[in-house]
Nanobody, 126 residues
Framework: VQLQASGGGLVQAGDSLKLSCATSGRTLSAFHMGWFRQAPGKEREFVAAIARKSYGDSTRYADSVKGRFTVSRDNAKNTVYLQMNSLKPEDTAVYYC??????????????????WGQGTLVTVSS
């Protein structure tokens, strides 16, 4: 599976962005998909995940983005999205998508993912 993240950019606080993660290779619907981010000088952290289709497309969010970010999947386009609303300067980071087949209970663990996209930079100015 190869992943391609896109959609990042420079926005102001309160704005919205929608990130996309497209894949070539195997169907994304067969995997749990995660979004992570890494700010300068910080470790990569979990943002959101969506379960594989057979698991009912359940979602999970980090507390810091709950209520502002929405993860979704378009199986026909083999693409996963991260809609980010009410962006804050602290959301500034490189955002990565990744796939895993780990148990759903562990999808917030960075080390549980073995295939990553190249990242897309999101910069939120105050």
């Amino acid at each position: 599976v190869q992943l391609q993240a896109s959609g990042g950019g420079l926005v102001q606080a309160g704005d919205s962005l929608k990130l996309s993660c497209a894949t070539s290779g195997r169907t994304l619907s067969a995997f749990h998909m995660g979004w992570f981010r890494q700010a300068p000088g910080k470790e990569r952290e979990f943002v959101a995940a969506i379960a594989r289709k057979s698991y009912g497309d359940s979602t999970r969010y980090a507390d810091s983005v709950k209520g502002r970010f929405t993860v979704s999947r378009d199986n026909a386009k083999n693409t996963v999205y991260l809609q980010m609303n009410s962006l804050k300067p602290e959301d500034t980071a490189v955002y990565y998508c990744a796939v895993t087949q780990i148990l759903w209970a562990y999808v917030d663990g960075t080390h549980n993912y073995n295939t990553w996209g190249q990242g897309t930079l999101v910069t939120v100015s105050s």
